[in-house]
């Protein structure tokens, strides 16, 4: 199995700043992944962490908002720019298992933007 | 459109009572079903992995079933515990980990 950690758990910031989240995973893993997970919803895809290239957005996330960097296996980055109350919500890093079957979740930041 | 939907959307039991949440899908192609338990404030932890040829699977407790014709599945939770009170929520995979489409989970309590 596959432990995931985030940082910071929680953060409260001011509209127009960015936050930058780490997620740490502690074993080799395939895929990674950024979530949002807004309150009373589904978890939503931001995008998949590519290791040494840009990440692939899905539709109706830009780079320029969220970007996202993977250096390693094992690590990864999610930037939430010039933010907006509408940004508060949990973000959430995924990995996928060296199975490629069992996909695990870190504990989640709350962000509240004021 | 892949949609997942699940009920009820809140449920309160009494501990050591038995309680069946539901899940409906519309997922194609399907590749399996998971179902995770989220805690406050924690991220979704897997409860069980059933493929297409699986029926009911079973951790602990938990109990899921899966009937891929009417493309239904249920988790029973059997003797409540007050550590169950989470949210709980169905994911369908049509394949590979971006193919994940997620309901809006049941959110339980469990009441002593």
């Known amino acids: 199995s596959a432990v995931i950690s985030q940082k910071p758990s929680r953060d409260i910031c001011q509209r127009g700043t960015s936050l930058t989240i780490q997620c740490q995973v502690d074993?080799?893993?395939?895929?990674m992944f950024w979530y949002r997970q807004q309150p009373g919803q589904s978890l939503t895809l931001i995008a998949t962490?590519?290791?040494?290239?840009?990440?692939?957005?899905e539709s109706g996330f830009v780079i320029d908002k969220f970007p996202i960097s993977r250096p390693n296996l094992t690590f990864s980055t999610l930037t939430v720019s010039n933010m907006s109350p509408e940004d508060s919500s949990i973000y959430l890093c995924?990995?996928?298992?060296?199975?490629?079957?069992?996909?695990?979740f870190g504990p989640g930041t709350r962000l509240t933007v004021t | 459109k892949n949609q997942v939907e699940q009920s009820p959307q809140s449920l309160i039991i009494l501990e050591g009572k038995n309680c069946t949440l539901q899940?409906?899908?519309?997922?194609?192609?399907?590749?399996?079903l998971r179902w995770y338990k989220q805690d406050t404030g924690r991220g979704p932890v897997s409860l069980t992995i059933?493929?297409?040829?699986?029926n009911t699977k079973s951790n602990g407790r938990y109990t899921a079933t899966l009937d891929a014709d009417t493309k239904q599945s249920s988790l029973h939770i059997t003797a409540s515990q007050l550590s169950d009170s989470a949210s709980y929520i169905c994911?369908?995979?049509?394949?590979?980990?971006?193919?994940?489409?997620f309901g809006k989970g049941t959110h339980l309590i469990i009441q002593p």
């Open positions: 995924s990995a996928l298992g060296a199975d490629s079957y069992e996909q695990y």
């Open positions: 074993s080799q893993v395939t895929m």
């Open positions: 962490a590519n290791q040494g290239s840009e990440a692939t957005y």
């Open positions: 899940c409906n899908y519309t997922v194609s192609p399907f590749s399996n």
């Open positions: 059933m493929t297409f040829s699986e």
């Open positions: 994911v369908v995979s049509g394949g590979g980990a971006d193919g994940l489409t």
